[in-house]
């Protein structure tokens, strides 16, 4: 594991905790399949900081059957966005609750409407904060489609797997966790295309938003996995570096 520190990321000594580690909240932005969940995962242990996925939260609430999750599960099933006010409570009040903007937060799938980066920014000001860098990964449509129609998650963590390009060691097992490996209902069907038609039409918008805000940067997510984790670490620390 690595920690922020200046301009580096250096090795962490488990032992004390994270010593001089600098918060950096990041944003990763990208279309379905782009594997912003694969990175995420791997980011945040890197950065030492939070990896905060809306989906997951949202599937995890359907799955304990909350009032949240109840209303969630309907949008989610059919691919489309959950309304913006019960999307940004969900979120805000998380990282609230959890205090991860003391130590820094990746957040994924989070904001994906113009409203909700606004709302964002809002947040984060009130509590003295706010997001240091946008990561659009990029990756071609064709690309995208055919990740979708091969991914499984994992039933306790959703931890994320390809029939063809990431599979597990013991087919339809967890490899981290032993747990069953399912396809997700929106990954089936219409609800592909309908999910990506959003990304394309709507969410893409917050490119522009990040620019504008001078903390935009872009990735070419369509390498090998760890060939794409490798070059988010690079960016970001120059990213960092040229702001300090
Ligand atoms: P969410 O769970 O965020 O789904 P998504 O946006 O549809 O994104 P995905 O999880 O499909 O893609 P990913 O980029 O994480 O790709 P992954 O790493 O899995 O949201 C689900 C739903 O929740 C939404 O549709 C909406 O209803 C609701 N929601 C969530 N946030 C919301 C918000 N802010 N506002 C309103 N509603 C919201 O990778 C995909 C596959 O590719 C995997 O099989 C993986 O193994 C493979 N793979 C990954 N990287 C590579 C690589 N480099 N090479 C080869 N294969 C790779
Ligand atoms: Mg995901």
Redesign the pocket.
């Known amino acids: 594991m690595t920690f922020w520190k200046g301009d580096a990321i250096h090795p962490l000594d488990e032992s004390q905790g994270h010593p001089g580690a600098i918060m950096v909240n990041i944003i990763l932005i990208?279309a379905?399949?782009?594997?912003?969940?694969?990175?995420a995962e791997r980011l945040a242990q890197n950065l030492g900081i939070h990896h905060v996925?809306?989906?997951?939260l949202?599937?995890k609430a359907s799955e304990e059957g909350t009032e949240l999750g109840r209303k969630?599960r309907l949008?989610?099933d059919r691919?489309?966005?959950?309304p913006d006010d019960l999307?940004v409570s969900m979120i805000l009040h998380y990282i609230a609750e959890s205090n991860y903007m003391r130590d820094g937060v990746l957040l994924?799938?989070?904001?994906?409407?113009i409203a909700?980066a606004q709302a964002l920014d809002r947040g984060l000001l009130s509590a003295d904060r706010h997001i240091d860098c946008a990561v659009y990964l990029n990756v071609p449509h064709e690309v995208l489609l055919s990740?979708?129609s091969?991914?499984y998650i994992c039933r306790a963590a959703q931890h994320?797997?390809?029939r063809e390009?990431?599979p597990p060691k013991v087919p339809g097992i967890c490899d981290l966790d032993g747990s069953e490996l399912y396809q997700r209902p929106?990954d089936q069907g219409s609800a592909v295309q309908k999910?990506l038609n959003i990304f394309f039409e709507e969410t893409i918008r917050l490119l522009d938003y990040y620019q504008k805000q001078g903390k935009l940067v872009e990735v070419n997510?369509n390498?090998?996995?760890e060939q794409?984790q490798e070059t988010l670490l690079e960016v970001i620390r120059h990213f960092m570096a040229e702001r300090s």
């Open positions: 990208g379905q399949g782009s594997g912003k969940g694969t990175q996925s809306s989906g997951d949202f599937r969630a949008y989610l691919g489309e966005l959950v999307t994924d799938g989070f904001p994906r409407t909700q990740r979708l091969g991914r994320v797997y390809n390009t990431n929106d999910r997510g390498q090998p996995i794409v």
